[in-house]
Each structure stands twice: as structure tokens, then as C-alpha cells.
């Protein structure tokens, strides 16, 4: 899922050490498609072993993973269960957008054209069941627990939160805030700096804060869900025409109430928007009891390097760093 709301959201930049000791719900689904779309070869296609099989995912997944527990921060990583029927008219718009990737970069293969083969690979990312299974089974072994959704994972993440299981939500996306999480972080990147249209940006973890969200906006809960209909999810694609994220805060702030909000929009609003409000209103989420795994070294290996060809030497030098990193904190307990 993916509200366009970032403008209109308050935020604040915080360290990797204010994170210290804290435990994070990651939606799983949303960090493998960053994984498999940014770490790629340099003709655009993604990492792999030697026999072909795609290893993006799992490389992303360790070395962020690592670099996180580095850090003393505890991962919760959250996976996608079955989709709401709602979300039929953005699944079909994507696959209809990655077959029109996908055709293009085999025009620009044929080409030579190296930098749209770049641009087009991105386009055509798909996660496998193979690809869901093996990242489970690496960060278990990662001593990271995992936990199943019943559908959307973005919104049990939240459902952690709000149980006290974990401190905030880690997406990129906006869709946590909309169901209630208390907080939300973005930017857990590995990487410092990021390279945009204008130039390099510095990148640091953001923390947006339910409570202050709403405040600073002068809204309510249940106004922000009509806010997030108002320019669109996933359940309706496009929101209603016309109206953004600032247009949708001076509407949901005059007529208040859910009723008087879309009936001021009219016949705009061509979608079933109380099932849409409903589906964040009460989520399709259950209680969990979370469970963090003991790490297993031997599993990581065998994983990594034994069956997918990563290097030995540097998940070791990784081991070892974590390791180091694990008895200096021992010793700065007993003294």
C-alpha cells in the first residue's frame, strides 16, 4: 500500500543510537521490493548466483539486517498474507505496468541500450514464493522473529506497535499512520546519501509520531483515514479526482465527520468509500506473541554461501563484527 501523503506529514531526523535497545516492525514485503529493485548488476538486472537464481533479496536482507543489529536494534519482520478483493483494480494496474517494463527492456536489450536496460529492469520486480520462503528461513537464522500477517503486513506491523511488542513501525510508505501506529520510521537505509534529480541528499532515519501528526494537522483519527481515501490507497486507487493531499486536510478539517466529508465531494467519489473507511478503521489484524529465534551462524553459511555462492569471507568478517559488538555491550553491563 502507499499514501501519497508525505507532504503534509510532520517529521523529525533521528540517530541509529537514539534507536538503541528499541524493537522495530518491518514490513517485510515493502523492504524486499526495495532490496530487489536497488540492488542490482550494472546492466540493470538483479544479483544472482551461479545458477541464475535471483540473490538481491537475500543480500539486502543480511548486510541491512546485520548492519541494524549492529546497532542494537531488534527486528520484527512482518510478511503479506492474502490481499483484500479490494485491491484488485492496484493489482492489475501493477502487472499491466511491469509487463510494459519488461517489454521495454527486452526493446533496449536488443537495442544495446544500456542505460534504459537500467531504467526498465527496475520496473518488472517480482517476489516469488521461493524468494518469501528462503527470506524467512535467513532472518530466523538472523536471530529476527518473524511474523505472518492475515493480510495487509503494514497493518499487523502497526498492530505491534500498538500491543507494545514493538516501538515503531519501519516503512517507507505512510499506510501504519492511517490504522493508528503510535510511530512510524522511515529511511532505515544502509546508505548516507541518496542520489535524486537536483544531486546527492544526506539520508537519516525520520520518526513521524502519531499523536503529533494529528495535532500539528488539527485533525482526528478517523479524519486522517478520510484524508488518506480523499487522495487515494490502494482499496481505491487515484482518491478522488481533483483533490491532493492539501486540498483533502482543508476539506477533512471543515466538514469533520465521514458523512459530510464525501458528501461534499459528490459524485466524485465513483468507489464504496464506507467499506474502503471500515478496512482501516478496524484492520484485518490478530494478536501475536512474538518470539526472537537464537541465531544460528552455521545456518547463515549454509544459506548464503553454501547454496547461493555469497562470499565466505565477508559473511564471517559480518559474524565476527557482530559478535565483537555483542561482548562489549556484555562488558558494559558488568561494569
Same mark, same amino acid.
Given at each position: 500500500?502507499?499514501?501519497?501523503?508525505?507532504?503534509?506529514?510532520?517529521?523529525?531526523?533521528?540517530?541509529?543510537?537514539?534507536?538503541?535497545?528499541?524493537? %522495530?516492525?518491518? !514490513?517485510?514485503?515493502?523492504?524486499?521490493?526495495?532490496?530487489?529493485?536497488? /540492488?542490482?548488476?550494472?546492466?540493470?538486472?538483479?544479483?544472482? !548466483?551461479? $545458477?541464475? @537464481?535471483?540473490?538481491?533479496?537475500?543480500?539486502?536482507?543480511?548486510?541491512?539486517?546485520?548492519?541494524? *543489529?549492529?546497532?542494537?536494534?531488534?527486528?520484527?519482520? +512482518?510478511?503479506?498474507?492474502?490481499?483484500?478483493?479490494?485491491?484488485?483494480?492496484?493489482? &492489475?494496474? @501493477?502487472? =499491466?505496468?511491469?509487463?510494459?517494463?519488461?517489454? $521495454?527492456?527486452?526493446?533496449?536489450?536488443?537495442?544495446?541500450?544500456?542505460?534504459?536496460?537500467? #531504467?526498465?529492469?527496475?520496473?518488472? +520486480?517480482?517476489?516469488?514464493?521461493?524468494?518469501? +520462503?528462503?527470506?524467512?528461513?535467513? %532472518?530466523?537464522?538472523?536471530?529476527?522473529?518473524?511474523?505472518?500477517?492475515?493480510?495487509?503486513?503494514?497493518?499487523?506491523?502497526? =498492530? *505491534?506497535? &500498538?500491543?507494545?511488542?514493538?516501538?515503531? +513501525?519501519?516503512?517507507?510508505?505512510?499506510?501504519? *499512520?492511517?490504522?493508528?501506529?503510535?510511530?512510524?520510521?522511515?529511511?532505515?537505509?544502509?546508505? $548516507?546519501? @541518496?542520489?535524486?534529480?537536483?544531486?546527492? /541528499?544526506?539520508?537519516?532515519?525520520?520518526?513521524?509520531?502519531?499523536?503529533?501528526?494529528?495535532?500539528?494537522?488539527?485533525?482526528?483519527?478517523?479524519?486522517?483515514?478520510?484524508?488518506?481515501?480523499?487522495?487515494?490507497? !490502494?482499496?481505491?486507487?487515484?482518491?478522488? #479526482?481533483?483533490?491532493?493531499? #492539501?486540498?483533502?486536510?482543508?476539506?477533512?478539517?471543515?466538514? $469533520?465527520?465521514?458523512?459530510? /466529508?464525501? @458528501?461534499?465531494?459528490?459524485?466524485?467519489?465513483?468507489?464504496?468509500?464506507?467499506?474502503?473507511?471500515?478496512?482501516?478503521?478496524?484492520?484485518?489484524?490478530?494478536?501475536?506473541?512474538?518470539?526472537?529465534?537464537?541465531?544460528?551462524?552455521?545456518?547463515?553459511?549454509?544459506?548464503?554461501?553454501?547454496?547461493?555462492?555469497?562470499?565466505?569471507?565477508?559473511?564471517?568478517?559480518?559474524?565476527?563484527? *557482530?559478535?565483537?559488538?555483542?561482548?562489549?555491550?556484555?562488558?558494559? #553491563?558488568?561494569?
Amino acid at each position: 500500500m502507499g499514501l501519497q501523503i508525505g507532504d503534509i506529514v510532520p517529521r523529525k531526523q533521528v540517530t541509529f543510537s537514539e534507536l538503541k535497545g528499541k524493537t %522495530l516492525a518491518v !514490513d517485510a514485503f515493502n523492504a524486499l521490493y526495495q532490496f530487489l529493485t536497488s /540492488i542490482r548488476q550494472p546492466d540493470g538486472m538483479p544479483l544472482m !548466483d551461479e $545458477k541464475r @537464481r535471483i540473490t538481491s533479496h537475500l543480500s539486502g536482507l543480511f548486510y541491512r539486517t546485520m548492519a541494524l *543489529l549492529h546497532e542494537g536494534i531488534k527486528l520484527i519482520y +512482518v510478511f503479506d498474507g492474502e490481499y483484500s478483493p479490494l485491491k484488485g483494480v492496484t493489482q &492489475k494496474q @501493477r502487472q =499491466e505496468a511491469k509487463d510494459v517494463a519488461q517489454e $521495454k527492456y527486452h526493446e533496449a536489450v536488443e537495442a544495446e541500450d544500456v542505460d534504459a536496460m537500467v #531504467k526498465y529492469a527496475r520496473g518488472f +520486480v517480482r517476489l516469488t514464493g521461493e524468494m518469501i +520462503v528462503e527470506s524467512k528461513e535467513l %532472518l530466523e537464522a538472523l536471530g529476527v522473529a518473524v511474523v505472518q500477517a492475515p493480510s495487509e503486513g503494514e497493518m499487523q506491523c502497526a =498492530e *505491534l506497535v &500498538k500491543s507494545e511488542q514493538a516501538w515503531a +513501525v519501519a516503512s517507507q510508505d505512510y499506510d501504519a *499512520l492511517a490504522v493508528g501506529s503510535p510511530r512510524l520510521i522511515q529511511n532505515m537505509t544502509l546508505s $548516507k546519501t @541518496r542520489r535524486t534529480a537536483s544531486g546527492i /541528499i544526506y539520508i537519516a532515519p525520520e520518526l513521524i509520531e502519531y499523536g503529533k501528526l494529528l495535532n500539528e494537522l488539527g485533525i482526528t483519527g478517523d479524519q486522517l483515514i478520510c484524508l488518506a481515501i480523499l487522495v487515494g490507497t !490502494d482499496y481505491n486507487p487515484g482518491g478522488v #479526482k481533483g483533490i491532493g493531499p #492539501k486540498k483533502a486536510l482543508a476539506l477533512v478539517r471543515e466538514k $469533520k465527520y465521514p458523512v459530510d /466529508i464525501f @458528501r461534499a465531494v459528490g459524485e466524485r467519489v465513483d468507489f464504496d468509500w464506507p467499506t474502503v473507511f471500515e478496512m482501516f478503521k478496524k484492520p484485518q489484524v490478530r494478536a501475536e506473541s512474538v518470539v526472537f529465534p537464537a541465531m544460528n551462524p552455521n545456518k547463515i553459511i549454509e544459506i548464503l554461501v553454501d547454496r547461493h555462492d555469497f562470499s565466505l569471507e565477508r559473511v564471517q568478517k559480518q559474524l565476527d563484527k *557482530l559478535t565483537e559488538v555483542k561482548m562489549k555491550s556484555a562488558q558494559q #553491563k558488568l561494569f
